[in-house]
């Protein structure tokens, strides 16, 4: 089928010829969804040729796995399941000795309160260039628990409900709201330390 | 009145689109006389918006078609 033609099904249509053999109505939901996938599987994994790698061999794998796509969720919901899974798999194997979950126990210690609270210049992102602040939120994010840059992602970059991310990441929906507010609070804590107003700093001194 | 931790607790459900409004007046009245927490609310927005206006990364080169070539071999 063309691209004309296939480009204006909805994603259900498009997984019913691609379960009866067209593969170009696969291709279709690839090109729909790579581009999130990536930007997905790069900051979980962090390095650009293992998010790559994600990024095939999660399509790979939903492909090979369509018949089993129940379709009571969104193909992207579920799509997603299997690119986080693959993401964590590659973390595991780069720091094998570490195991690496979704599930791992939250530290309850005091980290999760706000310490650096100051005021940003008021528009701190016109101050760098977009490749430099693309660093700094990147770099942002990696310093986050695995855990919770996946949740992040999905329900702050992404858009997901809070819904949709605990089936995408099969957590509680509670699991999803604790692990969202403190990403929330460990990010703004980074970026504070970046953008906050120069001046403010002399009143430490006095 | 909502405590300090109680105002950190609300603060994913303040952002979210469709937060109920007894929600928002309580959040809002505690950062009207708590400076500190003000703050926190102004950075933690500020700090979802930068996310969500970046462009994503551009897909690396020669990805699409690599991911379709295997998949060609699956066939």
Not at chain 1, 58 to 65: D, E, G
Not at chain 1, 119 to 139: A, C, F, G, M, N
Not at chain 2, 33 to 57: A, H
Request: charged fraction near 30%; charge should be negative; hydrophobic fraction near 40%.
């Amino acid at each position: 089928m063309h691209q004309a033609e296939t480009g204006s099904l909805d994603d259900l249509a498009l997984v019913h010829q691609a379960k009866a053999g067209d593969i170009g109505a696969f291709g279709e939901l690839v090109s729909r969804y790579e581009t999130r996938i990536y930007r997905l599987a790069r900051n979980i994994v962090a390095l650009p040729q293992d998010a790559e790698d994600v990024v095939q061999n999660a399509f790979l794998k939903a492909y090979s796995k369509l018949d089993s796509f129940q379709e009571n969720s969104k193909f992207y919901t579920w799509l997603v399941r299997i690119a986080v899974n693959e993401a964590l798999m590659k973390l595991r194997r780069r720091k094998s000795s570490k195991t690496v979950s979704l599930d791992e126990p939250i530290d309850t210690g005091q980290d999760e309160l706000p310490r650096e609270i100051a005021v940003w210049e008021s528009t701190p992102e016109s101050q760098y260039s977009q490749t430099e602040l693309r660093e700094i939120l990147d770099k942002a994010i990696d310093d986050l628990p695995p855990i919770y840059r996946a949740v992040f992602l999905l329900r702050d970059v992404d858009g997901l409900s809070t819904e949709e991310t605990a089936e995408a990441l099969d957590l509680s929906i509670p699991a999803i709201k604790s692990r969202l507010l403190r990403a929330r609070l460990k990010l703004r804590e980074t970026l504070t330390g970046i953008f906050k107003r120069k001046g403010d700093d002399i009143f430490a001194y006095l | 009145m909502l405590t300090c931790k109680e105002f950190l607790n609300s603060l994913n459900e303040y952002f979210d689109d469709n937060a109920a409004a007894e929600i928002r007046a309580l959040v809002e009245s505690h950062i009207n006389t708590c400076p500190n927490c003000w703050v926190i609310l102004d950075t933690t927005r500020k700090t979802l918006q930068i996310y969500k206006g970046m462009e994503p990364q551009p897909l690396p080169p020669g990805l699409h078609d690599r991911i379709m070539s295997a998949l060609d071999k699956r066939k």
